[in-house]
């Protein structure tokens, strides 16, 4: 399931991207634009995107992503300019940014070539280092403990301590917490 506070072509790219695999379904559900029958409320989800939550508009959004947290189902926050960083930031989702006023980076992903979880081919990593670069909230991002990052930052050629993607598991529950306008190309797996 994917849950948003608004549309955006972000959301568009996720569902195509997901769904060239038959094996998936993708539920898209926005809170201030649908019916709230709309939701189902008793469905198990294997993942739920959150896009842009918590929002720093939209209040039924932001319930229901508190609503959904406490089921512990894995979890992907997706992080861009309406996503409300100071309420991300007491969700413990595995990375906190504390952004310099609206100030942003332009960056492209480096693979951290410490991350072992699970591996990425060759042809995939090419692939991803020739994305067109994204915009990011510049500023401070500490990381939690059980966190790890899969690819990092790079500023022009420089490759940066910041996370760009990262996962998570602490008390059971995983996370993964990226900035917006990549995710949609990386899931692709075709």
Do not use: C
């Not at 959150?50 to 609503?67: D, I």
């Not at 992903?109 to 991803?128: G, H, L, T, Y």
């Amino acid at each position: 399931m994917l849950v948003a506070a608004s549309p955006h072509p972000d959301i568009k790219a996720i569902r195509a991207a997901i769904e060239k695999n038959e094996n998936y379904q993708l539920d898209v559900f926005i809170p201030e634009l649908s019916p709230a029958e709309q939701f189902k409320k008793n469905e198990k989800y294997d993942l739920i995107i959150f896009h842009q939550l918590p929002a720093k508009k939209g209040v039924v959004a932001n319930n229901l992503l508190k609503e959904l947290m406490v089921k512990n189902t894995p979890s992907i926050f997706i992080v861009g300019g309406e996503t409300n960083l100071s309420n991300s930031n007491n969700l413990q989702i595995g990375v906190s940014i504390l952004s310099s006023g609206f100030q942003t980076d332009k960056v492209t992903p480096a693979f951290n070539p410490s991350f072992s979880r699970f591996n990425f081919s060759d042809e995939r990593k090419s692939i991803v280092s020739r994305y067109p670069p994204i915009t990011v909230p510049f500023g401070n991002y500490r990381l939690a403990q059980s966190s790890e990052v899969i690819l990092y930052q790079r500023v022009g050629s420089l490759t940066t301590d910041k996370p760009l993607l990262i996962v998570n598991e602490n008390n059971g529950a995983k996370t993964a917490a990226k900035s917006r306008g990549f995710l949609g190309r990386s899931l692709d797996t075709s």
